[in-house]
């Protein structure tokens, strides 16, 4: 009897630990003086396993990750071949290790039940971010198709009247309703700072995140302006919403999808461009991996720039992934590959990434005829500001009612920055310029 019983207690060890794969589960891993933040979502779907990865260090998010498990043991593997294998050791504990390019290190994971709360925001000090009471209204909205379920705020001024109105819409990476990174929440503050000098706004959650739901996993900057035209509808019902002043405000490659949606939209009646890409996508990632390349051996850079150059190639995207794949695989050089680099490129598989590379701005900007405002941070490494608004002037300067300025010592975040290095952003505490949000406001009133 007590053989048989501990027989029952193993098997169901582990049908209980396969199950218990599903959720979310951090681990860190620590080469030299990096640590790598790595985050994996494992869910059961249609009876079989699924999964995408995070690496919030490298802006890294929602990798496509194929995943195997079997009794208690797991085996992840993501296009760059990134792979992580190991076993549940409890229900919020796994033990694995980390393997590429014939580099291997343990790891451990650790079941968390609330990514905001991985980098302790509550130990940062954010000293703009907004709090009760509000001086104006603001109510959640949900609003949906066949295609997608979107979910966000709407705040308004309480007096009565029609207002200019905008959809604030954030850059790569997945975002909730506040554009919540790196501890800040530079669009409830936004949203804040602009209802109460009488605009109405509307932000929302990206795909994947609060209340919004849709196949995120081939989300793309083409779909995303999809989304916002059914916002625009939406925002068009709001009774106090100017409809001769319903614009677009679009943060990095959130510019891209306001210039796509005002090219072809006729309810755009003005955008603003915080950040944005005046280049082609696949000049400006040439452009930002420049910084993390500068001490890479000549035979890496060529690495990374022939992976760029095939991803620019307008073809289908499994035939571009298998040209990438060859090409990582065929690299001999001196200097191995290691987990940073690994780390990434691995983006660079997603269907957004492929995609943003072969979209060119500069054949939307020139499309667009509605009132823009162009604002870029002198200190911005993702975006560099020069090159990128003498594309928006150029392609704009038949456009009468374009304004562009460059803030000498703000980064990409609009946050006043020494380097405007990404390791800053977490570190500052302005959340957004405050002189910014004022040039906006006051552009938008004299339109």
Request: aromatic share 8%; with cysteine; charged share 30%.
């Amino acid at each position: 009897m007590r053989v048989l019983l501990l027989i029952v207690v193993f098997m169901n060890f582990f049908k209980s630990s396969a199950q218990g794969f599903a959720g979310v589960w951090k681990g860190d891993l620590v080469i030299e003086k990096e640590t790598l933040t790595f985050i994996i979502h494992i869910q059961r779907k249609d009876s079989e396993w699924k999964a995408y990865m995070d690496i919030p260090p490298q802006d890294a998010f929602k990798l496509p990750t194929r995943i195997s498990i079997k009794d208690n043991k797991f085996h992840l593997e993501t296009e760059a071949e990134i792979g992580i294998k190991g076993e549940m050791k409890s229900a919020n504990e796994l033990r694995a290790v980390f393997l590429q390019s014939g580099f291997e290190k343990k790891m451990k994971f650790n079941r968390v039940s609330d990514t905001s709360q991985l980098f302790n925001p509550h130990s940062l000090k954010r000293p703009q971010e907004p709090s009760a009471p509000f001086p104006y209204d603001s109510r959640d909205f949900i609003v949906e198709d066949t295609r997608v379920k979107l979910s966000g705020t709407i705040t308004s001024p309480k007096s009565e009247g029609k207002f200019p109105a905008l959809i604030l819409i954030s850059g790569s990476g997945t975002h909730d309703r506040d554009g919540e990174m790196f501890g800040h929440k530079p669009f409830k503050l936004l949203a804040d700072y602009l209802t109460r000098h009488g605009i109405v706004v509307m932000r929302f959650d990206d795909l994947g995140a609060g209340g919004s739901i849709g196949d995120e996993d081939y989300e793309t900057p083409l779909t995303n302006s999809m989304d916002i035209n059914i916002l625009l509808d939406r925002l068009k019902l709001e009774p106090k919403v100017n409809l001769e002043k319903m614009g677009l405000l679009g943060h990095s490659v959130g510019s891209l999808i306001s210039l796509i949606v005002a090219s072809q939209n006729t309810d755009v009646k003005f955008l603003i461009s915080l950040a944005g890409m005046g280049l082609s996508g696949k000049e400006v990632m040439k452009k930002q991996n420049i910084e993390k390349l500068v001490d890479a051996p000549p035979e890496k850079k060529r690495l990374y720039y022939s992976l760029m150059e095939v991803m620019g190639e307008v073809e289908e995207d499994d035939v571009t992934r298998k040209k990438m794949q060859t090409i990582i695989k065929n690299y001999k050089g001196k200097d191995p590959l290691n987990a940073i680099d690994t780390a990434s490129f691995s983006q660079m598989f997603t269907p957004w990434a492929l995609c943003i590379t072969r979209l060119n701005p500069a054949n939307y900007i020139e499309k667009v005829k509605v009132p823009v405002l162009v604002l870029q941070g002198e200190k911005d490494t993702q975006v560099l500001a020069k090159e990128n608004v003498a594309i928006f002037k150029k392609k704009l300067s038949e456009n009468l009612k374009t304004y562009t300025k460059i803030y000498p010592k703000l980064n990409h975040l609009f946050q006043t920055a020494k380097t405007g290095s990404r390791v800053e952003y977490r570190q500052i505490e302005e959340t957004f310029n405050e002189q910014v949000m004022k040039d906006i406001v006051d552009w938008i009133e004299q339109l």
